[in-house]
């Protein structure tokens, strides 16, 4: 099954703009890259997710690269509530397995 | 709606005992899934299914057991208890649709085995 690997931490000031790498060099074709993020003692909520082509919602923005192996989560302007720990994650579809990486925490300076 | 939801919060277990991790959603999602995190750990998947009276082992399914009679509840069972299985447990439901759809987390159960 394909990996993805994410930094363990990263810190960003708030209102600026954050990105979150992630990499998945061994994606299959009809693998989606999700994004979730958890905050403290909470369930994991859902970001955003993509194919092929960059994805924006009202929480964030993802920018997937043309060979895929490779994408960045970017919170346009992050707040003290985006502090969490975010994972980029794979569906594969011929499981019907979300495959899950260690994930970055994400601190935010006041 | 509820969304999903998970009884009991919090569990205490001394090694050997069984019990029931209850998992129910109200969003007529036909895929359910239970997870488990360890301290400074993503999540890794138990269990998953996609649809009533289907069911199937994910990364960890070692010492747990699934059914899924209804599309509604999805119960996670514990045979005997071990003291490796304390973690936090974490069910989730989304569609199906390609498997694209976004997954619901539920609150999950803080479980701690003696």
């Known amino acids: 099954d394909a990996k993805t690997t994410q930094p363990n931490s990263m810190e960003s000031n708030e209102e600026e703009p954050v990105h979150l790498p992630c990499n998945h060099s061994t994606i299959s074709g009809t693998d989606y890259i999700h994004w979730y993020r958890q905050l403290p003692s909470q369930g994991p909520e859902y970001v955003i997710h993509g194919l092929t082509s960059n994805v924006n919602n009202r929480m964030a923005s993802l920018a997937i690269a043309e060979d895929r192996k490779s994408s960045t989560l970017i919170l346009h302007r992050a707040t003290l509530r985006d502090a969490a720990v975010y994972y980029c994650i794979l569906s594969a579809l011929s499981n019907y397995q979300l495959i899950w990486g260690a994930g970055t925490k994400l601190i935010i300076k006041p | 709606n509820a969304g999903v939801t998970q009884t009991p919060k919090f569990q205490v277990l001394k090694t050997g005992q069984s019990m029931t991790l209850q998992c129910a959603q109200d969003?007529?999602?036909?895929?359910m899934s239970w997870y488990r995190q360890d301290p400074g750990m993503g999540l890794r998947l138990i269990h998953y299914s996609v649809g009533a009276g289907i069911t199937d082992q994910g990364e960890v399914p070692n010492g747990y057991n699934v059914s899924r009679s209804t599309t509604e509840d999805f119960p996670l069972r514990l045979l005997s208890a071990a003291p490796s299985q304390t973690s936090v447990y974490f069910c989730?439901?989304?569609?199906?649709?390609?498997?694209?759809?976004?997954?619901?987390f539920g609150p999950g159960t803080r479980l701690t085995v003696l």
């Open positions: 989730a439901s989304g569609g199906l649709a390609g498997f694209t759809d976004t997954q619901y």
């Open positions: 969003m007529n999602h036909e895929y």
